[in-house]
């Protein structure tokens, strides 16, 4: 592959770091000594800076590093990343989801809880949900994402495994808001790591493989509660509890292991020399930026408060969480109500659980593949695009049917179009985001707030409009329309933008800016394109 950013401003965004467009100029190469991997004792923030200086040196460009393997570098990232990221995300998604499992399972009827009752602890999750993610991203650069991410894994699965002991409504209700705050720095976390690591055309095939072990979960999550609810009477205990409890020890378990097992960011990797942690900080800081060393302008990774008020003030954030609306919304809707939703089909309990795992194992593998694509062909909205209108059509079969395969086939649809459009709107942002104290910022506000949808969508299928939930599968359906319009407005406002800056630098305008306050620009800078 070719160096993700360096785009020419003459060239159409389709030629954006492709693999076959970049040709290396004839400069000298750099000549590092040659070395083993540094053993993980050294001097990590002496580390920083020299790998920084490195690569931000005078005269450096992409034909210094030429001879190096990119590819070969990638797959080491990725043997070293992705799995254990895949594997936090998979058991976070199974412990917020699997209350819908112990629903159909007797948690219910042995709280003596009402339906409203149960979709309040449904709710007041995503409230400490979205209040901590902000805090939290900007905490993980600076505590290291090996020791922030394990620990608060170790909170959340202490409190999955004493949700398991919980005897009324008001136990379970205040467990679900310590999971809330404890869950919330995952996924914006990982999100915006997995950015620090890959560049904008490789980013969303690595956020597919860690998002597709939500879908992972909910087959997982199906298989493993039928498979727990036999133990129903053992420890005297309901099968139900089962669940929360033995669900809630594997994350602990998990989340010590990944304490010698996670990675902080390139500068420091043990796993690579210091000429390839030279090359991968280079690539991602001249991303986005134009391959002339008149107009090539690093992206700054320093934190000041200005970025994060610049990320609160930014318009594509805020419209970009309508985006996201449209798809967290059914999102939360299928992975909440999945079970039940098929129970009142006319399904035993056993039966529903099962016919949850088909759903997540398709929809997992269309977003490993649909990013493949998104990736290859370096673009963004027409994947989301598309997969928002087959949502949309999934939703409209189960609101015009009221046969049961025909909802369920609905049910389906929607769910396999929804797993491939998440990753891609997450890393389209990203890609749009330019600074790393603004990109953290900006990806934990926009899952804070899109996650208020999960808040919403708890209450989007009532038990009373069982067994076809026609409001629900409506309400699903108004969010996925209006995130439709916001794509657009999204769409036509990055094509307007960048051409004005086009005009804007063949005209010069940016001999009036010192790269240090191009740099402060981020992606508010002319030598900055917006990704499509």
Same mark, same amino acid.
């Given at each position: ?12 965004? @389709? ?17 590092? +000594? ?5 053993? +993980?004792?050294?001097? @990590? ?9 490195? %690569? ?14 990119? @590819? ?42 009402? #339906? ?9 999750? $995503?409230?400490?949900? =979205? ?18 991410? +394990? ?32 869950? %919330?720095?995952? $996924? ?22 860690? $998002? ?5 979960? #909910? ?66 800081k001249y991303q986005a930026a134009q391959d002339d060393e008149e107009t090539k302008v690093a992206q700054d990774d320093t934190f000041k408060w200005e970025y994060v008020k610049a990320a609160f003030l930014d318009w594509q954030i805020w419209t970009n969480i309508w985006v996201y609306w449209g798809i967290v919304a059914p999102l939360y809707g299928i992975s909440l109500f999945l079970p039940t939703i098929i129970r009142a089909l006319g399904y035993t309990s056993s039966t529903a659980q099962l016919l949850t795992v088909p759903i997540y194992v398709t929809a997992s593998i269309l977003a490993i593949a649909v990013a493949y694509v998104s990736d290859r062909y370096g673009k963004r909205y027409p994947f989301i695009l598309v997969c928002l209108c087959i949502m949309a059509v999934g939703f409209i079969m189960c609101i015009s049917s009221s046969t049961p395969g025909v909802i369920y086939a609905g049910v389906f649809i929607a769910a396999c179009a929804l797993y491939p459009a998440f ?10 985001? =330019?600074?790393?104290?603004?990109? %953290? ?12 949808? #999960? ?8 038990? @009373? ?68």
């Open positions: 592959m070719a160096f993700c950013g360096v785009e020419n401003a003459r060239r159409t965004s @389709k030629a954006e770091c492709r693999t076959n467009s970049y040709r290396p100029r004839s400069r000298g190469t750099l000549h590092f +000594p040659q070395q083993s991997p540094v053993p +993980p004792s050294w001097d @990590k923030s002496e580390e920083v800076a020299r790998i920084d200086a490195l %690569a931000t040196a005078p005269g450096v460009t992409m034909a210094s590093f030429a001879h190096l393997d990119e @590819k070969k570098i990638l797959r080491k990232m990725d043997l070293r990343l992705i799995p254990m990221l895949a594997l936090l995300y998979l058991l976070s998604f199974l412990d917020r989801g699997n209350i819908g499992n112990a629903k159909i399972e007797g948690l219910v009827e042995d709280l003596n809880m009402t #339906g409203p009752q149960y979709n309040w602890c449904l709710t007041v999750f $995503f409230f400490t949900y =979205a209040a901590f993610e902000v805090p939290s991203n900007l905490l993980l650069k600076k505590l290291r994402p090996s020791i922030w991410l +394990p620990t608060i894994m170790v909170a959340w699965g202490i409190v999955m495994t004493l949700m398991g002991i919980v005897q009324n409504f008001k136990g379970l209700l205040i467990a679900r808001i310590f999971l809330g705050v404890t869950e %919330a720095g995952l $996924f914006p976390g990982v999100a915006y790591y997995i950015t620090m690591w890959y560049c904008r055309h490789e980013a969303q095939l690595r956020q597919a493989l860690f $998002f597709s072990a939500a879908s992972v979960a #909910g087959a997982f999550s199906g298989l493993l509660a039928y498979g727990i609810a036999h133990m129903d009477g053992v420890g005297n205990l309901e099968g139900w509890r089962w669940i929360f409890i033995l669900e809630g020890i594997l994350t602990v378990i998990v989340a010590i292991t990944a304490y010698f097992i996670l990675f902080d960011f390139p500068e420091t990797a043990s796993f690579l020399t210091e000429e390839e942690r030279a090359f991968v900080v280079y690539r991602l990753p891609g709107n997450i890393t389209w942002l990203s890609n749009n985001l =330019a600074g790393s104290t603004k990109r %953290a910022t900006g990806q934990a506000i926009q899952i804070a707030c899109g996650n208020l949808a #999960g808040a919403m969508a708890s209450n989007f299928y009532r038990s @009373k409009d069982a067994p076809h939930y026609v409001l629900g599968h409506a309400l699903e359906l108004g969010f996925i329309v209006a995130g439709i319009i916001a794509l657009l407005v999204l769409v036509f406002s990055y094509r307007r933008i960048n051409a004005t800056r086009e005009k804007q630098l063949a005209e010069g305008a940016h001999n009036g800016y010192t790269p240090e306050e191009m740099s402060a620009l981020g992606d508010r800078a002319l030598t900055f394109r917006y990704f499509l």
